[in-house]
């Protein structure tokens, strides 16, 4: 995808942003719109669930997906760089992926729900984080089918499979509701055969059912290996927002603390489609007026940062004013603890843009090594302080440190990235 990059000023940079807008959105459109969808299906569920049952739905698939990282692994990442440089070899790579996730999902997810079972004081979940991690390894295997799409063009198709995957979940456990049903284990194990049809009509319809590439033992190491520097970063992205869930699910048991929480992180998230938008936006825009301008691109760097700074502060002021009644209108006054939540999270989603914005920076400057160093830094803290706050104060403790691990967060993305700038040029920096 070509950008288009004139030089100068801030305007110019703004004209920039503009002009690329539409084309360098294609490709994210249907990941937002599948994030709009899941978050329906979630709000959905909760307000149907209540905020015992929804912490219990919580738990399991925080457990499920903190086991994906095992067979997820980082062959996604991997694809994505592979497909870069043998675009035309998509079939083959996108189906060598899957069977290495489908053979690492067979291992991990059996193993996990009995290790939960023997460990926890929940055995009663058990089948469900079972249930929940075969859904998980579904989505996986079409979310390496769309990357391949992507990688030859096929933006649409692959747009459409992710947001048709996203409503048919939805659908779903609305008939399921519908029809008087919606027990947590009915929705668990519906959201389960929701997420095959869209991937199975795929392959049947692109022949590809039948024909899947052998993955001999040598090559399957060879994947796992390669992909081991991406399964760290995945790994640590992933459980930093996962950990606090986890913890109030295992040290304050019930549901009902976690149900609130999640359903408070769930407004969070939600709100982040701005940034994540704007990063994919600014990444782009932001190389091609480095690899063009060389360092003097280096203004650029100040205008990116303040426009996450500014989407920051808005969106502070979003969860602090109106973030609040809008959960209650959404999912009713039984919820009134999470609406409390939602209002403390201002800090956490301004912090949270700013990072994008510096993630954006480290992309650009291709710093890998240095940015999961401070992620596991950041990790650490979070998980430290949650075992430490959270049997005395609960959900309103875990929001908190989420908060301070984000700023740990912005400190060490800051000092990498002014340390880079300082004895290197952000377009000639090595990881």
Same mark, same amino acid.
């Given at each position: 995808? #070509?950008?288009?990059?004139?030089?100068?000023?801030?305007?110019?940079?703004?004209?920039?942003?503009?002009?690329?807008?539409?084309?360098?959105?294609?490709?994210?459109?249907?990941?937002?719109?599948? =994030?709009?969808?899941?978050?329906?299906? #979630?709000?959905?569920?909760?307000?149907?669930?209540?905020?015992?049952?929804?912490?219990?739905?919580?738990?399991?698939?925080?457990?499920?997906?903190?086991?994906?990282?095992?067979?997820?692994?980082?062959?996604?990442?991997?694809?994505?760089?592979?497909?870069?440089?043998?675009?035309?070899?998509?079939?083959?790579?996108?189906?060598?992926?899957?069977?290495?996730?489908?053979?690492?999902?067979?291992?991990?997810?059996?193993?996990?729900?009995?290790?939960?079972?023997?460990?926890?004081?929940?055995?009663?979940?058990?089948?469900?984080?079972?249930?929940?991690?075969?859904?998980?390894?579904?989505?996986?295997?079409?979310?390496?089918?769309?990357?391949?799409?992507?990688?030859?063009?096929?933006?649409?198709?692959?747009?459409?499979?992710?947001?048709?995957?996203?409503?048919?979940?939805?659908?779903?456990?609305?008939?399921?509701?519908?029809?008087?049903?919606?027990?947590?284990?009915?929705?668990?194990?519906?959201?389960?055969?929701a997420a095959a049809p869209i991937l199975v009509l795929y392959?049947?319809?692109?022949?590809?059912?039948?024909?899947?590439?052998?993955?001999?033992?040598?090559?399957?190491?060879?994947?796992?290996?390669?992909?081991?520097?991406?399964?760290?970063?995945?790994?640590?992205?992933?459980?930093?927002?996962?950990?606090?869930?986890?913890?109030?699910?295992?040290?304050?048991?019930?549901?009902?603390?976690?149900?609130?929480?999640?359903?408070?992180?769930?407004?969070?998230?939600?709100?982040?489609?701005?940034?994540?938008?704007?990063?994919?936006?600014?990444?782009?825009?932001?190389?091609?007026?480095?690899?063009?301008?060389?360092?003097?691109?280096?203004?650029?760097?100040?205008?990116?940062?303040?426009?996450?700074?500014?989407?920051?502060?808005?969106?502070?002021?979003?969860?602090?004013?109106?973030?609040?009644?809008?959960?209650?209108?959404?999912?009713?006054?039984?919820?009134?603890?999470?609406?409390?939540?939602?209002?403390? =999270?201002?800090? #956490?989603?301004?912090?949270?843009?700013?990072?994008?914005?510096?993630?954006?920076?480290?992309?650009?400057?291709?710093?890998?090594?240095?940015?999961?160093?401070?992620?596991?830094?950041?990790?650490?803290?979070?998980?430290?302080?949650?075992?430490?706050?959270?049997?005395?104060?609960?959900?309103?403790?875990?929001?908190?440190?989420?908060?301070?691990?984000?700023?740990?967060?912005?400190?060490?993305?800051?000092?990498?990235?002014?340390?880079?700038?300082?004895?290197?040029?952000?377009?000639?920096? =090595?990881?």
């Amino acid at each position: 995808m #070509t950008v288009k990059i004139t030089s100068g000023n801030v305007r110019s940079y703004v004209r920039d942003i503009a002009v690329n807008l539409p084309r360098l959105l294609e490709t994210a459109a249907g990941q937002l719109a599948a =994030q709009i969808v899941s978050a329906v299906l #979630t709000l959905f569920v909760a307000r149907k669930l209540g905020p015992t049952l929804t912490g219990d739905l919580a738990v399991v698939y925080t457990v499920s997906t903190i086991v994906s990282l095992f067979f997820n692994w980082g062959l996604d990442l991997w694809l994505h760089e592979s497909l870069l440089k043998e675009a035309n070899q998509q079939q083959a790579l996108v189906g060598k992926i899957n069977r290495v996730r489908v053979r690492l999902g067979g291992a991990s997810i059996p193993l996990s729900a009995i290790v939960w079972w023997i460990t926890t004081n929940r055995p009663e979940l058990s089948p469900l984080i079972l249930v929940a991690g075969c859904e998980l390894l579904l989505d996986g295997c079409l979310g390496a089918v769309i990357i391949g799409e992507h990688s030859v063009a096929h933006h649409k198709l692959g747009s459409r499979l992710l947001v048709l995957h996203r409503v048919l979940k939805l659908a779903a456990v609305a008939a399921l509701f519908g029809i008087g049903m919606g027990s947590l284990a009915e929705v668990v194990v519906t959201r389960l055969m929701a997420a095959a049809p869209i991937l199975v009509l795929y392959l049947v319809k692109t022949n590809r059912l039948t024909r899947v590439p052998a993955v001999s033992a040598p090559a399957m190491r060879d994947i796992i290996r390669h992909s081991g520097i991406y399964a760290l970063l995945n790994g640590l992205s992933l459980a930093y927002g996962q950990v606090d869930v986890l913890l109030l699910g295992l040290l304050l048991p019930g549901g009902g603390t976690v149900g609130y929480y999640s359903q408070a992180m769930g407004i969070l998230m939600s709100t982040m489609a701005l940034p994540y938008a704007a990063y994919l936006v600014v990444t782009r825009t932001l190389a091609a007026r480095v690899k063009k301008s060389g360092q003097k691109g280096t203004n650029a760097y100040a205008y990116s940062m303040a426009l996450f700074v500014l989407i920051g502060l808005l969106l502070a002021a979003f969860l602090y004013f109106i973030g609040p009644g809008l959960l209650l209108l959404l999912l009713g006054d039984a919820y009134a603890t999470s609406a409390h939540l939602v209002a403390l =999270q201002f800090g #956490t989603v301004f912090l949270k843009s700013v990072n994008l914005g510096l993630a954006s920076l480290m992309v650009v400057a291709a710093i890998r090594r240095p940015r999961a160093v401070v992620q596991g830094i950041s990790l650490f803290v979070n998980l430290t302080l949650n075992l430490l706050l959270i049997p005395n104060f609960g959900a309103v403790a875990a929001v908190f440190v989420y908060t301070f691990s984000e700023g740990v967060l912005m400190v060490g993305y800051a000092a990498t990235v002014a340390h880079r700038l300082r004895k290197h040029s952000m377009t000639s920096s =090595q990881a």
